[in-house]
């Protein structure tokens, strides 16, 4: 009777190990676990330190407005919020005013300020105006102050997309110097 128990929950190990690894094997192929956020571009959206889960670009069916990506650019890999899509018209104004396809986009739910030209970009005064290619997206931090992004270094293009922000799910300290994180935190979820 012992013997029957004993080789019943071995199975049930067996059994629960499968799954576990299973469960692994398809969260690595569709999403790339553990991106941690350097940098303030995205704050107050994203904050240095922030762990998150990023589904893989060949995996994501769809990229559209406000949503956050990822994506080479050089040597790294940089997240920044979706502004303007394939084909449209992007301008955005000396006051920093960002229209897309001549309709003013309501940002304060991401930036978190109002327009003006102090807060938006350090005081200089440019003025963008493009349209965007059949495979081009135009992407914008939202720490606008602060953010390296298309108005620097124009559209990025679809095949650098590395992947779609879905979770962040922890918080830990970022260590510039070695490019270590200690002190994680869960944090309440926060899908995307």
Known sequence: MK????????????VIFVILTAFTIALRTFYNVGTIVIGNSMNNTLNEGDLALIKKGKYVKKITYEDVIVFEHGEKEVIKRVIGLPGDHIIINNIGMVFVNDN????????????????????????????LGNDEYYVMGDNRKVSYDSRSYGPIKKDCIV?????????????QDDGSIKNIKPIKWILF
């Open 104 to 131: 003013q986009l309501d940002e304060t739910e991401f930036i978190g300020e109002e327009y003006t030209l102090d807060t938006w970009s350090n005081g200089i005064k440019t003025f963008y105006d493009v349209v």
């Open 3 to 14: 013997g029957k128990r004993l080789n019943i929950l071995l199975n049930v190990l067996i």
């Open 163 to 175: 992947g779609k922000l879905k979770i962040v799910y922890a918080h830990g300290d970022f260590n």
